[in-house]
């Protein structure tokens, strides 16, 4: 059954945006009496039937709903410098977003080559990503933010700093984090944090971890911090 997807639905009825009524009835064919599902991004999933195929509005009456369908156990935030190749960064909002994550904040660091992100084109793929991967919770995409300003927030949960620095004691995420926790995590650019952001971190309570022995990119660093969360949490 098709998914898509409407904020703030209130009663028994609701209508699709313009892009989900396009592909909705020009795409998929839709008509009168056709069954679909719908999240609203609060973490409930409606079922309902079209009610007027219309191409810009199509309306559709709720049938049933769903309150916080598959709601995980945990929060994971992930503040990740964004990369110069920004379909790499777009490919790891998608893949985080299927694995399950709560908040994006791309991270603003020293090293980082390419500061700026498409924030409507991610916002897109989160939706799309969150559809596709049959999620009821929309992620959130923080503004960017700069390292210094961002490690001096107040943080809820276990806040944690995978780098590749040999000079500095590195945990596994799974020595200091345990099922159930929120965790925050940052990710660095590729030519990694300095050393003077390292010891901004250790000054606000990160704990340095590693991501096992391989040397990853951004993107790839990212999504497997990612999923060693969801792993721990299954």
């Known amino acids: ?83 110069k190749n920004q379909e790499r960064f777009e490919w790891f909002v998608e893949k985080s977003v299927e694995f399950g994550i709560d908040e994006i904040t791309p991270l603003i660091c020293r090293n980082t080559e390419k500061p700026g992100i498409k924030k409507d084109r991610i916002n897109n793929i989160i939706v799309s990503a969150m559809k596709q991967s049959l999620k009821a919770y929309r992620p959130v995409l923080r503004e960017p933010v700069a390292f210094g300003e961002f490690t001096g927030y107040d943080h809820d949960g276990i806040k944690m700093i995978a780098h590749c620095s040999p000079a500095h004691e590195r945990k596994k995420i799974s020595q200091v984090y345990e099922k159930g926790m929120k965790a925050l995590i940052l990710i660095g650019p590729e030519g990694d944090f300095t050393e003077e952001e390292l010891e901004i971190a250790a000054e606000n309570g990160f704990i340095p971890v590693h991501l096992g022995t391989s040397r990853l990119r951004t993107e790839t660093a990212g999504i497997a911090a990612c999923h060693s969360i969801y792993f721990i949490n299954q």
């Open 1 to 83: 059954m098709q998914i898509f997807y409407v904020p703030d639905i209130k009663g028994n009825s609701c209508v699709l945006d313009e892009n989900e009524s396009r592909h909705a009835i020009r795409v998929l064919r839709m008509m009168n009496g056709d069954r679909l599902k719908i999240v609203d991004g609060r973490g409930n999933l409606y079922e309902g039937t079209v009610t007027d195929p219309e191409q810009s509005a199509c309306k559709v009456k709720i049938t049933g709903v769903t309150r916080d369908f598959e709601k995980r156990g945990y929060r994971l935030h992930l503040a990740v410098s964004p990369v």
